[in-house]
């Protein structure tokens, strides 16, 4: 089964390949431009490749150097510049660093749940009914974790928090 820091390194991938794609055509369209509107295109063209690349590089170093799971994130919109919590092995991981073994671990609670709803459109049409393309549920909540020295730490937007801490509890803490 393919980890999640798979399916992330993934996507940057296609982001870094998109970027260094649209930089390329930038470049060319800037050395090839007679006018001021030719060049001004270049410049633009070479900036959409320049921020996804920007980003993509920032998103490699938010994931452990070996597989792990995806846990949460401090964020709501899970976004690049936030902090992304993972699990493995090893224990719980804040990025790329291990903050946490599951021999320092005493316990893993759920402090609260909520439900967001997203629509893919705007509005509902028939076609979206058709499609299944209706509006996705998704539980979220706040996790936190009890360390055995008596210091502890929340993680925000945990996805299916439910699941993930009885998998965490029966499979790792299960064994300290």
């Not at 001004?40 to 996804?52: K, N, Q, W």
């Not at 998103?59 to 994130?73: D, H, I, N, V």
């Not at 291990?98 to 005493?106: G, N, R």
Request: no cysteine; net charge positive; hydrophobic share 45%.
């Amino acid at each position: 089964m393919m980890s999640d820091i798979a399916r992330l390194k993934r996507r940057v991938y296609i982001l870094i390949a998109y970027s260094l794609i649209m930089i390329l055509i930038g470049i060319g369209v800037m050395t090839e431009g007679s006018t001021g509107a030719v060049i001004a295109g270049g410049v633009f063209t070479l900036l959409l490749g320049v921020i996804p690349l920007v980003i993509g590089l920032k998103g490699l170093k938010k994931s452990p150097p070996e597989p792990a799971y995806f846990l949460g994130s401090d964020k709501r919109n899970f976004a690049v510049l936030g902090t992304f919590y993972w699990f493995n092995d090893k224990g719980i991981w804040k990025n790329d660093k291990l903050i946490a073994t599951w021999s320092d671990i005493k316990d893993i609670q759920i402090v609260r749940t909520w439900i967001e709803t997203r629509t893919r459109a705007r509005t509902g049409t028939a076609l979206d009914i058709v499609l299944n393309q209706g509006p996705d549920a998704l539980q979220y909540g706040t996790v936190k974790v009890f360390l055995k020295d008596g210091a502890s730490f929340e993680i925000n937007y945990a996805v299916d928090p439910q699941n993930q801490i009885n998998f965490i509890k029966n499979t790792y803490l299960k064994r300290t």
